[in-house]
């Protein structure tokens, strides 16, 4: 079985700051990890997805990805953000073998002010 | 253009009653799921379906029911012995195999009065 942690429930931040969501997951077999975006009264998009590698995974929208095996995190990370970029964002991770399950973490605020 | 369709996009219902959520995909994906979103909570899985005609439970079926007759389609039924059914509701579905993406529906929010 795997979890997924989202430590921070919201983060502010100005327009054009960088910003950084984390992402830590458990796992005890090997796994692909998610980041999927959520505006208000919709479904999921994704964001961007490590299967295998570079660490360093580029996404929709300008977003970016690491994926750590070691400190088993998956942070996301945007360099400059927009106001359109207020939305929810989930972590999530699935095990690499078959009917394995998707896992999501409790999810992320972004409010960007100006 | 392909994709997931749920409707409605708001449900009003009445305690005591049922209620079925649709959700349709042209996507030609094997898999089918549902889950439920509540503030503060992520995503749980209700139900999922790898294949027409077979089910599984997911971490939180208690109280709904669904069926899987056919590849598209992948109805849920929120029955009156779900305790607390007032949420969002969001169907997906995804090609087997855990390195494929899943794909959202744009959801159904229940509101039960």
């Known amino acids: 079985a795997q979890s997924v942690t989202q430590l921070d429930s919201q983060v502010p931040v100005f327009e054009e700051a960088p910003v950084e969501l984390r992402c830590n997951y458990s796992?005890?077999?090997?796994?692909?990890l998610f980041w999927y975006v959520q505006y208000p009264n919709q479904g999921l998009q994704l964001l961007l997805k490590?299967?295998?590698?570079?660490?360093l995974v580029k996404g929709i929208n300008g977003f970016e990805a690491e994926f750590n095996k070691s400190q088993t995190s998956f942070h996301l990370r945007k360099p400059s953000v927009h106001i359109s970029d207020t939305a929810e964002y989930f972590c999530?991770?699935?095990?690499?073998?078959?009917?394995?399950?998707?896992?999501f973490g409790t999810g992320t605020q972004l409010k960007v002010e100006l | 253009d392909g994709g997931i369709t749920q409707s409605p996009k708001y449900l009003f219902r009445k305690e005591g009653q049922n209620v079925t959520l649709s959700c349709e995909q042209n996507?030609?994906?094997?898999?089918m799921y549902w889950y439920r979103q509540d503030p503060g909570q992520g995503l749980r899985l209700i139900y999922y379906?790898?294949?027409?005609?077979?089910?599984q439970k997911g971490d939180i079926a208690e109280g709904y029911s669904v069926s899987r007759e056919k590849k598209e389609s992948f109805p849920l039924t929120v029955t009156s012995a779900q305790k607390n059914p007032t949420a969002f509701y969001l169907c997906?579905?995804?090609?087997?195999?855990?390195?494929?993406?899943?794909?959202f529906g744009p959801g159904t929010r229940l509101t039960v009065l």
């Open positions: 996507l030609n994906h094997d898999a």
């Open positions: 379906s790898q294949i027409v005609n077979d089910f």
């Open positions: 490590y299967l295998s590698g570079s660490t």
């Open positions: 999530a991770v699935r095990g690499t073998g078959g009917g394995n399950k998707l896992t």
């Open positions: 997906a579905s995804d090609n087997q195999g855990a390195r494929h993406t899943q794909y």
């Open positions: 796992s005890s077999v090997s796994v692909y």
